[in-house]
């Protein structure tokens, strides 16, 4: 293969996962789009088509959802295409490289993951000092690590050929695997125990413990038990109504005020929109979204405390803190969000518990519905499809997927943006007296519950160690599972948490975590 070819490629196949980060979730990089491009670019777009069909159906359940890490299709796709259009052998050899290629590639996305973990600790101090060009930097550097992490071991694995392919991957050793799995699933735990922390849930607490059980225990999942949480919360709410009561919370009073119309306008909403497309830039194991959410905000916070730096400087560090949900469901977040910041910075009282209580309340059922109805519905229905068609060498396959896919993803992204902004100003306006507060109230709980359930659900820790008591086998897991479904994701984050309390440096703790993880990785004890 020419150097020329091999950038090329490795251009496709960085271009389409940066694009997942800073341009929007379009699916650039499923294998029914790079397996069409990659023969395109080597001149045999027919072998494309079967090809990128081929590996559609294989890599169909494969969705980079949270913070998982699946087989890297992007990579495989590229590789596989390539090396079957190289050898003249066809399908049997895209999938003797594909495959492998996937499993490998995946470990250079867990990297990029984790090197955005230092980006995102930057982007922090630069939040300090209300350095917004620092975390745009920041947030560049990320999606670049994750271009490279794409685009390199393309490049090398076209120059070197695919039996190299295959003897890399499968002299990785077993304990780095082991180690940087573990590193993987460790590292949410911060980004909780952050969470949790800005909740600040004091008499409240137990509602993070209802959440976490009832994930664990009866399988709710993030949607269920956040929908749970908030039928609970409007349950107090209206007792507390009932009974002229205040829901106990750490001191904050939230007086509401309906004087003034709302610096949220339409001009800001459509800037908003166009750059939540970035939502994913930066993704990290220990923040996901927290960046590209903050840079999204930042034109419109820096509108709105123009007067006020130290404001300023507050709202960006409050929005580095853990955030998830689905990519084309980040509108109605982002606008709440939004017009309660425009409110605070008007000077009516509302703290950072409501407003992360709203956020954090809101990401995980978002994310469900959109994991549910986009990742788990649309986008397998209409690859499936499309893969037929390609299959039969049709070669308006791959497009009929994009037009169709994203013709939903665009309309959904500015629907669910602009009816929240333009519902969010009518409900605003009709606010009185104690509003807010009971607003706090129920997002607090729905928020706490969320993240009791996201502890039990994406927190995946366990150990495989096991010991023998005669001819049978016991394992360690079961009988954790015994005592409590998922006790060690809950002490994790409950030690996490703890240091977080104490004021530990995120950094820190950052580090800490990826050490013992991986060590614990390594030797066997976790994974």
């Not at 304990?175 to 590193?183: D, E, Q, Y």
């Not at 959109?370 to 039969?392: K, N, Y």
């Not at 993240?451 to 394992?475: D, E, F, M, R």
Request: glycine residues 10%; contains cysteine; hydrophobic residues 50%.
């Amino acid at each position: 293969m020419s150097l020329g070819t091999a950038l090329a490629l490795s251009m496709l196949a960085g271009f389409a996962y940066w694009s997942r980060r800073f341009l929007g979730d379009w699916f650039l990089e499923r294998p029914i789009i790079l397996g069409p491009l990659t023969g395109l670019i080597m001149g045999d777009f027919a072998m494309g088509l079967l090809v990128g069909g081929t590996l559609e159906l294989i890599f169909m359940g494969a969705a980079d959802i949270g913070g998982s890490v699946p087989p890297n299709y992007t990579i495989g796709s590229v590789l596989g295409t390539a090396f079957a259009i190289l050898s003249g052998q066809g399908i049997e050899t895209a999938l003797a490289i594909a495959i492998p290629a996937a499993l490998l590639g995946s470990f250079f996305e867990l990297i990029a993951k984790t090197v955005s973990t230092v980006f995102v600790s930057f982007a922090e101090k630069y939040a300090d000092s209300g350095n917004d060009k620092g975390i745009a930097w920041m947030l560049h550097l990320g999606n670049i690590a994750h271009f490279l992490a794409d685009a390199i071991p393309t490049f090398f694995a076209l120059m070197l050929g695919a039996d190299i392919v295959k003897v890399l991957v499968n002299e990785i050793p077993v304990w780095l695997k082991n180690g940087l799995s573990a590193t993987g699933n460790a590292l949410p735990a911060l980004g909780f125990a952050l969470l949790l922390n800005s909740l600040a849930p004091g008499k409240l607490m137990p509602f993070f413990f209802a959440g976490f059980l009832i994930a664990a225990y009866a399988k709710f999942g993030v949607l269920g038990t956040a929908l749970l949480g908030l039928l609970v919360a409007l349950l107090i709410n209206y007792m507390k109504k009932e009974n002229n009561e205040e829901i106990p919370y750490e001191d904050n009073e939230v007086a509401a005020s309906t004087a003034g119309e709302s610096l949220l306008t339409k001009k800001d909403i459509k800037t908003i929109y166009f750059r939540s497309f970035a939502l994913q830039s930066a993704f990290s194991f220990d923040r996901m979204q927290a960046i590209g959410f903050t840079w999204i905000l930042m034109p419109f916070l820096k509108k709105i405390y123009k007067n006020n730096f130290e404001g300023y400087k507050a709202a960006l560090k409050r929005h580095l803190l853990f955030f998830n949900t689905h990519p084309w469901l980040c509108g109605p977040i982002l606008a709440l969000t939004a017009n309660m910041e425009a409110k605070k910075a008007s000077g009516e009282e509302i703290d950072e518990q409501t407003i992360q209580g709203v956020k954090s309340g809101l990401m995980g059922p978002l994310a469900a519905m959109g994991d549910s109805m986009f990742h788990g519905t649309l986008r397998p229905l209409v690859g499936g499809i499309c893969a037929s068609l390609a299959l039969q060498k049709n070669p308006i396959a791959p497009l009929i997927f994009f037009v169709v896919v994203n013709a939903v993803h665009v309309y959904v992204s500015w629907a669910t943006l602009d009816s929240t902004y333009r519902l969010g100003e009518s409900a605003i306006t009709r606010l009185a007296g104690n509003g807010y507060k009971r607003i706090m109230d129920i997002a607090c709980i729905t928020g706490l519950m969320s993240v009791g359930a996201l502890t039990a659900t994406w927190l995946n820790i366990s150990t495989p160690l096991a010991y023998t008591v005669g001819k049978s086998i016991v394992s360690i897991q079961s009988m954790v599972d015994g005592i409590m479904p998922g006790l060690l994701p809950l002490l994790t984050m409950l030690i996490v948490y703890y240091f977080v309390r104490k004021g530990s440096k995120t950094t820190n703790l950052m580090l800490g975590i990826i050490g013992v993880a991986f060590a614990l990785g390594a030797v066997g004890v976790i994974g």
